[in-house]
């Protein structure tokens, strides 16, 4: 007898799921953002996720609030000069292709294989407002991204990077390495992250735990220090902007959250969140920047291809 395969079938999966909140968005006619390019790298699949999840269902509100608030933090960055934006487990993203973006702005997206292949596939044909790159890697392996890291850095002058959904199934020391990975790099000037808090872990893991481990995956960070958690690996908080308080503003909650959403926002980034189920994104940039040795930047190199580069070992 065959087991059933879970619909959830890797973290990369979760993608899928995101993208199809994004394309119900879109197909609103008081659309807080645009992405033409959702509802086909969902496909049919992300649809089935959706539905096999009504915690996720309820909360659509939520993974769309946090689209809507990194795009408004990629555009205050664009404007303010930033010429590399490297979005580490780029998942399904299509801001690439979305976005109004300077045609000189680099953009590197970092994932597995197998979900950046899909993704050109289906986008296959389609034209980018910017320079676009593709890096096929495993963000566990941490030699590799140290070598990734410095060979970007030594590439671009003012650099963005952005974790969309992705430290939540991290481990607190995993996340402080990756932190400490990327402010050792002098031109990573800004980072951008989602975090949630004890409360909302608890939830999510109540509600959507049960598909996220099928698929060997976990909910796991939370810091009761809320953003200022960084702090203490290299990075200053800059802004924080509550996920609760921008869906309320953007007229995307139940009446009862709209409720919630009047309780006071901490101002003071780093003081730990409500212990209550809240989330926010963040900006921060680092406090330090030791430079990365000439060996590791001389370690990788770019072979672009039409469409995407693959990085590869310099002979």
């Not at 970092?110 to 050109?120: A, M, N, R």
């Not at 960070?221 to 690996?233: K, L, V």
């Not at 290299?234 to 869906?247: E, H, I, N, P």
């Not at 330090?288 to 930047?297: E, I, K």
Request: glycine fraction near 6%; charge should be positive.
């Amino acid at each position: 007898m065959r087991t059933r395969e879970p619909l959830v079938r890797n973290i990369s999966d979760t993608a899928l799921l995101a993208a199809i909140y994004r394309a119900r968005e879109t197909e609103r006619p008081d659309a807080v953002f645009r992405d033409p390019f959702a509802r086909r790298l969902a496909g049919e699949r992300g649809d089935q996720i959706a539905k096999s999840m009504p915690f996720s269902e309820r909360a659509t509100w939520a993974w769309i609030t946090r689209t809507y608030a990194y795009d408004e933090f990629i555009k205050q960055q664009v404007r303010e000069g930033v010429d590399m934006v490297v979005n580490l487990a780029a998942g399904l993203d299509a801001r690439p292709y979305r976005m109004n973006l300077p045609a000189s702005l680099h953009w590197i997206e970092v994932d597995l294989p197998g979900i950046l292949d899909y993704k050109e596939e289906i986008l296959r044909g389609e034209t980018p407002a910017c320079i676009l790159d593709r890096v096929r890697l495993d963000l566990s392996d941490v030699a590799a991204r140290r070598q990734l890291f410095a060979a970007l850095g030594g590439t671009a002058k003012n650099v963005l990077i952005i974790t969309e959904g992705l430290l939540i199934y991290f481990s607190r020391n995993e996340v402080a390495s990756l932190a400490q990975d990327l402010a050792a790099v002098p031109t990573f000037h800004h980072w951008i992250i989602d975090i949630a808090s004890p409360g909302l872990l608890k939830m999510l893991r109540k509600g959507m735990g049960e598909q996220i481990r099928e698929g060997k995956a976990e909910f796991k960070f939370a810091p009761e220090e809320g953003p200022g958690f960084f702090t203490a690996h290299g990075w200053d908080v800059v802004d924080v902007r509550s996920t609760l308080k921008t869906a309320a503003r953007l007229k995307r909650l139940t009446p009862w959250l709209r409720l919630l959403s009047f309780l006071p926002e901490i101002r003071r980034a780093s003081k730990a969140p409500a212990r209550g189920p809240a989330s926010a994104c963040s900006a921060i940039n680092p406090l330090r920047r030791p430079a990365p040795s000439d060996a590791a930047r001389s370690q990788w190199c770019y072979k672009r291809t039409e469409n995407s580069s693959a990085v590869t070992h310099a002979t």
